[in-house]
């Protein structure tokens, strides 16, 4: 059974930063590849970052590239996204993902139908 749970959301003016936490529980050879997603109400789930857990490599949404990074400490294991220079359109349920990835490392990993678990999301307010 695999379980992700998030951590870290809060409300913050424009221009902060924030820490979001995502603990993975289970088998960790159902995932390769970790995510972050957010919702905001009305409007679909949009990917914003992914780790492949073993290389390393990142991938991050044109809307967030320079201010948000992800990152992982496999010894927890833990998979982190850092908020930085925060805007108002930010605000949003932000979920985090878990996947077993063999596709080609393009665009899918910001794919929300890539992952097949999924944490309970932490919200995310932005005020002007």
């Known amino acids: 059974q695999v379980q992700l749970v998030e951590s870290g959301g809060g409300s913050v003016q424009a221009g902060g930063s924030l820490r979001l936490s995502c603990t993975f529980s289970?088998?960790?050879?159902?995932?390769?590849?970790m995510g972050w997603f957010r919702q905001a109400p009305g409007k679909e789930r949009e990917g914003v970052a992914a780790i492949s857990t073993g290389s390393l490599t990142t991938l991050y949404a044109d809307s967030v590239k320079g201010r948000f990074a992800i990152s992982q400490d496999n010894a927890k294991p833990t998979v982190y996204l850092l908020l930085n220079n925060l805007k108002p359109e930010d605000t949003a349920m932000y979920y985090c993902?878990?996947?077993?990835?063999?596709?080609?490392?393009?665009?899918?990993?910001?794919?929300?139908?890539?992952?097949?678990?999924w944490g309970q999301g932490t919200q995310v307010t932005v005020s002007s």
């Open positions: 289970g088998d960790t050879h159902r995932r390769n590849l």
């Open positions: 993902a878990a996947a077993l990835f063999r596709g080609p490392w393009d665009q899918r990993p910001l794919r929300a139908a890539e992952y097949a678990y």
